[in-house]
C-alpha cells in the first residue's frame, strides 16, 4: 500500500475525517468561489447550517453547465499565479470544460494515482507503458505522474502507434500497460496479427484500464490473450482525473478514496438521495481541492455504492461495476438501453469478436441495430454460418434485454478501432 495509514482506515475514522473536511470545505468553497456565494443564497443557507456530514443535502449541487458557464477559468478560488496547471475535456459541442490545479492539488491527484498502482500490485520495480493520450486530457499526465512517485519506469508513449506500442511491449518488457480497455482489446488483435505471441513475448502482468465504462466479458477477454490482470480505474478530470477509484486485489468494486472524496447516491430525475445500496447517479464532493473546489458534483456516472468492509482491509466505500452515464442511455420508443448491457449479452456469446456498434436511426424500438464483428478464427471455421449466427444474437439480445434488435455480423477488422475511449453508440436521431 501507498499510504497505509490513510488506506487502512476505520469507516468511523474516514466518517470523522470526511466530516471535519466537509465542513471547512463548505466555508471555503464560501468564502472564495461567487458561484457558490451565489448558490448558497439561492438555498438560502450559509455555511453556519453546514455542522455535519448529515447537512450534506442542504448544500446545492454543482452541475458541469456550471463549468461551462465559467469558462475559462473554471469555478476558481485561487488567484492565477497559484495555477501550475490546466487541464481541458473536450466536450462534444461548444467549449471544453476547463480544470485547474494548485502545486498541492497535484500532490494529492499523484498520490491518489500512486495508491491506485500500488493496489493493483504496480511498484518501483515495475516498467509502465502509458498508452493514455498526453495533453488536456487528464489520463496521460495523471497515469503518468503516479506511477513515477512510486518509483516505476514510465514509458510515455501516449496514444496510437499501435506496431511501436507492441514493439516496445516487447523490447522494453513493460510490465504494466495502461490504457483505455477498448484500446487493450485492439492492442490484443493486433498484437496477433502482427505476429507477435502476448503471453510468451511480452513480459505484462497488470493493465490499468479506465476512463470508460468495460463488461466483466471484456475483462477476460483482455486477460485471456494479454496474459495480465485487469484494473477497473475511475475518475474524471473534475475530479482532478484518473484515481478516484480503482479495485484492489479482491476486485470485487472500485474503493473511492474517501479522504479526499464524500460519495453520495441520487435519483437522477428528482435529486433526492437514495439509501445506501441502490443504483443512482454518483455526486462527489472534494474534500480537499484548493484550485477549484466542487461541492455534490453531479457526474451522470450511474452506480451502487457498497458501504461493507472489504476482503483487502480497507473500509473505503466501493463503486459496484459503473453501469454507464445516464445521458448515455439511450431511449428507444420508450425503452431504456444500456449499451453495456448489450455488450454483456454480446461478449458472453461463442464467436463473437471484441467490437460492436449500436446504431439508433429513428425512435421507435424497431430501428435498433447491432453492428458485431465476428471472431476471426470463428469466421474462419467450417461452422460459421453468417445468416445463422445474427439470428442466433438477436435471440440471445431479445431474451435479456427484452427489446428487439437487428443485428448485423460483421467480418473481423471493419468496425473502426479507438485509440482512446471507443464510440459503442451511433445515435442518428442527434445527428
Ligand atoms: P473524462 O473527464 O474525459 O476523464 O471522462 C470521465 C468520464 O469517463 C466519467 O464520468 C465516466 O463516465 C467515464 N469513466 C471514467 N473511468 C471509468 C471507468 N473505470 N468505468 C466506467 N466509466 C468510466
Ligand atoms: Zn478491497
Redesign the pocket.
Known amino acids: 500500500m501507498f499510504e497505509p495509514d490513510i488506506e487502512m482506515m476505520k469507516l468511523s475514522e474516514i466518517r470523522a475525517l470526511q466530516t471535519e473536511r466537509f465542513v471547512k470545505m463548505v466555508k471555503y468553497a464560501y468564502d472564495n468561489v461567487p458561484m457558490y456565494m451565489e448558490k448558497f443564497a439561492e438555498a438560502g443557507i450559509t455555511p453556519d447550517d453546514i455542522k455535519s456530514l448529515d447537512d450534506v443535502h442542504k448544500v446545492p449541487f454543482t452541475v458541469k453547465d456550471d463549468l461551462r458557464k465559467h469558462y475559462p477559468y473554471g469555478i476558481r478560488a485561487v488567484p492565477l499565479d497559484r495555477i501550475v496547471r490546466l487541464h481541458a475535456?473536450s466536450g462534444t459541442t461548444g467549449k471544453p470544460t476547463v480544470v485547474t490545479y494548485t502545486e498541492k492539488d497535484m500532490e494529492t491527484w499523484n498520490n491518489l494515482m500512486a495508491r491506485c498502482y500500488s493496489s493493483a500490485g504496480v511498484g518501483s520495480d515495475d516498467i509502465v507503458q502509458n498508452c493514455y493520450g498526453y495533453g488536456l486530457?487528464?489520463?496521460g499526465l495523471g497515469f503518468h505522474y503516479g506511477a513515477e512517485i512510486l518509483g516505476a519506469t514510465v514509458i510515455p508513449i501516449s496514444t496510437g502507434n499501435t506496431k511501436k506500442q507492441l514493439m516496445m511491449l516487447k523490447d522494453m518488457q513493460s510490465t504494466v500497460i495502461a490504457c483505455t480497455p477498448s484500446y487493450a482489446l485492439y492492442l490484443a488483435e493486433a498484437a496477433e496479427k502482427e505476429g507477435y505471441n502476448p503471453k510468451e513475448d511480452f513480459n505484462l502482468k497488470v493493465g490499468m484500464?479506465?476512463?470508460?465504462?468495460?463488461s466483466e466479458e471484456a475483462r477476460k477477454r483482455i486477460e485471456e490473450s494479454l496474459g495480465i490482470k485487469a484494473y477497473?480505474?475511475?475518475?474524471?478530470?473534475?475530479l482532478y482525473?484518473?484515481g478516484v477509484a480503482v479495485e484492489c486485489k479482491e476486485q470485487n468494486g472500485?474503493h473511492i478514496w474517501s479522504d479526499e472524496f464524500l460519495v453520495e447516491t441520487i435519483d437522477p430525475d428528482t435529486g433526492e438521495v437514495l439509501p445506501e445500496g441502490e443504483r443512482g447517479e454518483l455526486v462527489f464532493t472534494m474534500l480537499t481541492r484548493e484550485a477549484m473546489p466542487l461541492l455534490r458534483y453531479r457526474?451522470?456516472?450511474l452506480a451502487i455504492i457498497n458501504y461493507e468492509e472489504c476482503a483487502c482491509g480497507r473500509a473505503h466505500p466501493r463503486i459496484m461495476r459503473?453501469r454507464g452515464?445516464s445521458d448515455d442511455m439511450l431511449i428507444v420508443g420508450g425503452v431504456n438501453v444500456f449499451p453495456s448491457q448489450i455488450e454483456h449479452v454480446l461478449m458472453n456469446i461463442k464467436g463473437v469478436g471484441d467490437q460492436y456498434l449500436i446504431i439508433v436511426d429513428r425512435d421507435i424500438l424497431d430501428s435498433l441495430q447491432v453492428q458485431v464483428e465476428v471472431a476471426p478464427e470463428f469466421f474462419n471455421s467450417p461452422d460459421y454460418d453468417q445468416t445463422g449466427f445474427a439470428k442466433k444474437l438477436e435471440m440471445e439480445m431479445q431474451a435479456v434485454l427484452t427489446v428487439r434488435a437487428r443485428v448485423e455480423v460483421l467480418e473481423p477488422g471493419t468496425l473502426p478501432r479507438s485509440e482512446g475511449?471507443a464510440q459503442r453508440v451511433l445515435d442518428k436521431r442527434t445527428i
Do not use: H, N, Q, Y
Open positions: 475535456s486530457f487528464t489520463g484500464f479506465g476512463a470508460e465504462p468495460w477497473d480505474v475511475f475518475g474524471m478530470s473534475e482525473g484518473p472500485l457526474t451522470k456516472d459503473i452515464r475511449k
